[in-house]
């Protein structure tokens, strides 16, 4: 059964320092999601791709969050500097299109020290 | 503006009852709503979708209904087992405008005591 891909599942770093997280969406997907999770609430939608192209990114945090889907597969996420507050589980979601079913990848686990 | 709602929070049952999860939303204006399952420290995962169209979704001990005149969908887990404890989460795509991203519940936290 095809599956969302995400790598690594954990990651530790220093305040200030530089991250990125990957993702490959299942096969065919065309639409592609970020989400943050803070322990015990629902995920917030971050960023948003159909193909290649940002549908909605109204909650990414541009200044120091940046995304990137250049051949409209897998993606990147980065965040330079990482702050504490970025502690968090981020999730990656792929759908067949813009109303699909979502599935979720494992998640990568930061803890910004 | 949509909200979510799922009540209870949290849930402790005996193995083998019958149970069922509560989500609300506030605006009918849906296109579809999706349950889904979360263990610890884990991703999520695709339980059920059910269209603005259907009543109800059925996949092995769940069944999961949608009453969007009422703003509600129910989450049925037959025959339940230490295996199903997890956070269960509803999400809801609006219909209409620019904005159609999923709503979230919070959640509702199961544990199934053997």
């Known amino acids: 059964e095809a599956e969302v891909a995400q790598s690594p599942r954990y990651k530790i770093t220093e305040k200030s320092q530089a991250v990125a997280f990957w993702c490959d969406p299942i096969?065919?997907?065309?639409?592609l999601y970020w989400y943050r999770q803070i322990l015990g609430q629902g995920p917030e939608l971050l960023v948003q791709?159909?193909?290649?192209?940002?549908?909605?990114d109204s909650q990414l945090p541009k200044d120091r969050f940046s995304a990137e889907r250049l051949k409209g597969v897998d993606s990147t996420l980065k965040i330079q500097p990482a702050e504490l507050g970025d502690s968090a589980m981020y999730l990656c979601?792929?759908?067949?299109?813009?109303?699909?079913?979502?599935?979720f990848g494992p998640g990568t686990r930061l803890t910004v020290t | 503006k949509q909200e979510v709602t799922q009540i209870p929070a949290a849930l402790s049952v005996p193995e083998g009852e019958n149970l069922v999860l509560n989500c609300s939303f506030t605006?009918?204006?849906?296109?579809?709503l999706q349950w889904f399952r979360q263990d610890p420290g884990k991703g999520l995962t695709s339980l059920l979708l059910?269209?603005?169209s259907q009543r109800e979704q059925t996949s092995g001990r769940l069944n999961a209904s949608l009453d969007k005149s009422s703003g509600r969908s129910t989450l049925y887990i037959a025959a339940s087992q230490p295996g199903d404890s997890a956070t269960y989460l509803c999400?809801?795509?609006?219909?209409?405008?620019?904005?159609?991203?999923?709503?979230w519940g919070l959640g509702t936290s199961l544990a199934v005591n053997p």
């Open positions: 999400a809801v795509r609006p219909s209409a405008g620019n904005n159609r991203k999923l709503i």
């Open positions: 059910i269209q603005s």
């Open positions: 096969s065919g997907h065309a639409t």
């Open positions: 979601a792929s759908s067949r299109d813009l109303e699909g079913e979502q599935y």
């Open positions: 605006d009918s204006a849906i296109y579809n």
């Open positions: 791709f159909q193909d290649e192209s940002v549908v909605d």
